[in-house]
C-alpha cells in the first residue's frame, strides 16, 4: 500500500493512506457488489461441500447499522427504530440469512424498512438462488404477520416463529390457556407447555425460562423504581403547591410514566385540583410479573416436538451473536461511505469477513479449541509488516507476531506470512466518491 508518511498523521486520522491508493480499494468494492450474489452462492457451496452440511433450518433476523450524519440521502440512508440505540443518526436496515452458523446471504434495506416487509423477498430470493428443498425458516417475532404466514405456506416452507406477548389478542389467548399443572421440564432452566387454539393446524408452544425470568425482573424492578422516582417528583410538586390544575398535573403524570414503561406497573389520580395520588395498578401489575420469563412460539410443523421447537428458537442467538460480530469484533459500524453503492459494497466485505469467521471457529474447534475466532482475530493484530526503502532499494520486514498468532498460523497451515505483492495498476485514473 501506497502508506503517508508518519509525519503527515494524527492519532485520530481513519485514512493512513494516499488518496490514489484510497481510490483504487474503493474501486475494488464497485467490483466485488457486481459479483455479491455468485460470490454467496459458490461461497455456500464450497461450506456444503467441505463441512458435509445438511440445510434443513435457516435462521433469519435483522438489525441496524448507524452513519455519522443525520440527513437522510440516497435510497439506503434513512431515520428509523434504532436497534444502536442512535434514533438521531440516518440507518440502514441489515437481514441476515444464516444456515448451519454461516451467513450465506444478506441483505441490505432502507433504514426506515419494516421487519416484516423483508422476509417474502428475502425468502424468494433464498430458493432461487440456493436451491434449497423444504427448510423450515426460524426467525423472531418481528416478523410475524397473516401475508408472511400465507407466503410460507404457499411456498412449501415450513415455519418456527416467535409471537409478541403483549400486544397480540392470539398471544394473550395463548397465555390465558396455560395450565400450571402441565408443563413439560425439558432442562435445569426450561419447561415448555404446548396449547391449541381453534385451528388445530397450528401449534402453539409455551416457554418458561427461569434465566429469562430472572432478566426481566431486574429489568421491570429497575424500571419500577425509575418510573416511581418521576411520580414521586410530581407529587412533591403537587404538595408544594406548585402545580394545582388537574390538567397540568395529567400531563405532568402521563410524561412520568411514559418513560420507563411506568404505565405497566402504575396508575394515579387526580381527585380535585392540588391533589395527586398513584399507587401499583393491582391489575397491570400481576400480569406484569405473570408474562415474565415466557415466550410464545409458533408453528404448522406436526411433528416436531415441544424440546426441539425449544432447541431450534435458540439457534436464532447465532444471528444474534454473528450481529455483535459484525459490529463489535469486524468494526462494520459507524459507516462512512456516502453512495449507495458503496455502502452495500461495505456491508458486504464485512458479512465476507463473518464468514471467514465462521469458518475460522470450525477449524479452530479441532486444532485450537481453547483459542476462539474472537480471540485469534486479537492474537494475529500482533503480526506486523513494515517497508523499508534504503539506497533506492524497497525491502518488506513481516514479524510473527506473538506466541498465540505462530499457534494459529501453524494450525491453518499459514507458513508464508508476507502478504502477495500486488501488480503495478498502471496510471492514476479520476478519483471516484465514497
Not at 432452566?189 to 425460562?209: H, P, W
Not at 393491582?282 to 415474565?292: D, F, G, I, T
Not at 482475530?377 to 498468532?405: H, T, W
Amino acid at each position: 500500500p501506497d502508506w503517508l508518511a508518519a509525519e503527515c498523521l494524527s492519532k485520530l486520522q481513519r485514512v493512513k493512506v494516499r488518496h490514489r491508493q484510497l481510490n483504487q480499494w474503493y474501486r475494488t468494492l464497485d467490483a466485488l457488489l457486481a459479483a455479491k450474489e455468485k460470490i454467496e452462492e459458490a461461497l455456500y457451496q464450497r461450506v456444503r461441500d467441505l463441512f458435509s452440511l445438511k440445510v434443513d433450518l435457516v435462521f433469519y433476523d435483522l438489525t441496524s447499522s448507524y452513519f455519522c450524519r443525520k440527513q437522510p440521502k440516497g435510497k439506503l440512508r434513512r431515520h428509523g427504530v434504532s436497534k444502536d440505540k442512535r434514533p438521531r443518526q440516518v440507518q440502514v436496515v441489515l437481514g441476515v440469512v444464516m444456515a448451519n452458523g454461516f451467513p450465506i446471504a444478506h441483505h441490505v434495506f432502507p433504514g426506515n424498512t419494516a421487519d416484516k416487509s423483508t422476509l417474502q423477498k428475502v425468502m424468494t430470493d433464498l430458493q432461487k438462488r440456493f436451491g434449497l428443498g423444504h427448510v423450515m425458516v426460524v426467525s423472531d417475532r418481528g416478523l410475524v404477520s397473516e401475508e408472511n404466514l400465507a407466503f410460507l405456506t404457499e411456498q412449501n416452507l415450513s415455519y418456527l416463529l416467535g409471537i409478541g406477548s403483549r400486544r397480540s389478542d392470539e398471544a394473550l389467548e395463548v397465555l390465558k390457556r396455560l395450565n400450571y399443572r402441565r408443563w413439560l421440564q425439558i432442562d435445569q432452566g426450561n419447561r415448555v407447555q404446548e396449547i391449541a387454539l381453534k385451528d388445530k393446524t397450528i401449534r402453539y408452544f409455551v416457554i418458561d425460562s427461569a434465566e429469562r425470568k430472572d432478566y426481566e425482573q431486574s429489568m421491570r424492578e429497575r424500571s419500577m423504581q425509575r418510573a416511581k422516582e418521576q411520580l414521586q417528583k410530581v407529587a412533591q410538586a403537587v404538595k408544594a403547591g406548585r402545580l394545582k390544575d388537574p390538567a397540568r398535573i395529567g400531563a405532568r403524570a402521563n410524561r412520568a410514566v411514559a418513560n420507563n414503561h411506568g404505565h405497566r406497573y402504575f396508575s394515579w389520580e387526580v381527585p380535585r385540583p392540588g391533589q395527586f395520588h398513584f399507587f401499583e395498578d393491582p391489575q397491570k401489575l400481576p400480569a406484569e410479573r405473570s408474562r415474565e420469563g415466557k415466550y410464545i412460539l409458533k408453528t404448522e410443523d406436526l411433528r416436531m416436538t415441544a424440546g426441539e421447537a425449544v432447541a431450534c428458537y435458540k439457534e436464532l442467538n447465532t444471528v444474534e451473536q454473528g450481529f455483535r460480530d459484525l459490529k463489535d469484533v469486524i468494526e462494520m459500524r459507524p459507516v462512512y461511505h456516502k453512495t449507495d453503492e458503496r455502502i452495500e459494497a461495505h456491508i458486504f466485505v464485512a458479512s465476507m469477513a463473518l464468514f471467514l469467521k465462521r469458518v475460522l471457529e470450525h477449524q479452530l474447534a479441532s486444532e485450537l479449541p481453547e483459542i476462539s475466532a474472537t480471540d485469534a482475530f486479537a492474537a494475529m493484530k500482533s503480526m506486523g509488516i513494515a517497508e523499508l526503502e534504503f539506497n533506492g532499494q524497497s525491502r518488506r520486514l513481516v514479524s510473527a507476531g506473538g506466541r498465540d498468532a505462530r499457534r494459529i498460523a501453524a494450525a491453518l497451515g499459514i507458513r508464508d506470512l508476507a502478504p502477495p505483492t500486488p501488480e503495478n495498476t498502471g496510471p492514476e485514473r479520476p478519483k471516484t466518491q465514497m
